[in-house]
């Protein structure tokens, strides 16, 4: 792979943008893993038991409803799941194949391959500027799941 150049890791929460925080990113990432796998697992695989190369790890910040959902989604299509929140949900997630980190830290650690941001809109700015960038490979797509988009998006353009 000579000639190609690697991403610097991004330090501060304003260079997400340069470092492919992009949504678009996200699902067409999904799309080749999806394509290079054999067929889909059943729903019962949980996300410990993932064991296709081809498979995400894909990190949630924010693993309240919507980030449940979200996580349900992700482990249908085979991907493991990571999880991170305020609140406690270490048994829910035991009880769903899902690896729950105590802190932000701890998740980026893991150097998942896509993270999601899932936190309430009052708390985005905050959880965005808390992820540890320089833990994360330079190639972690880093997404928000926000309805409303204008403000997540001027705050990962900044």
């Known amino acids: 792979q000579a000639g190609r150049r690697r991403r610097q890791a991004p330090e501060r929460c304003h260079d997400l943008h340069r470092a492919g925080a992009t949504r678009a990113g996200v699902a067409a990432r999904l799309l080749v893993a999806r394509r290079r796998r054999s067929p889909a697992p059943s729903p019962s695989v949980s996300s410990t038991d993932v064991q296709d190369p081809a498979a995400l790890r894909v990190g949630i910040i924010g693993f309240g409803n919507f980030g449940q959902f979200i996580a349900r ?54 959880v965005v500027c808390a992820i540890p960038l320089a833990k994360l490979r330079p190639d972690t797509i880093v997404a928000d799941v926000l309805s409303v988009k204008q403000f997540p998006r001027n705050l990962l353009l900044e």
């Open 73 to 126: 989604g992700i482990q249908r299509q085979g991907h493991a799941v990571l999880a991170t929140s305020r609140s406690d949900y270490s048994d829910y997630c035991s009880a769903h194949g899902i690896r729950f980190f105590r802190s932000l830290e701890a998740l980026c650690e893991e150097q998942p391959d896509v993270l999601l941001v899932c936190s309430s809109i009052l708390s985005t700015e905050s």
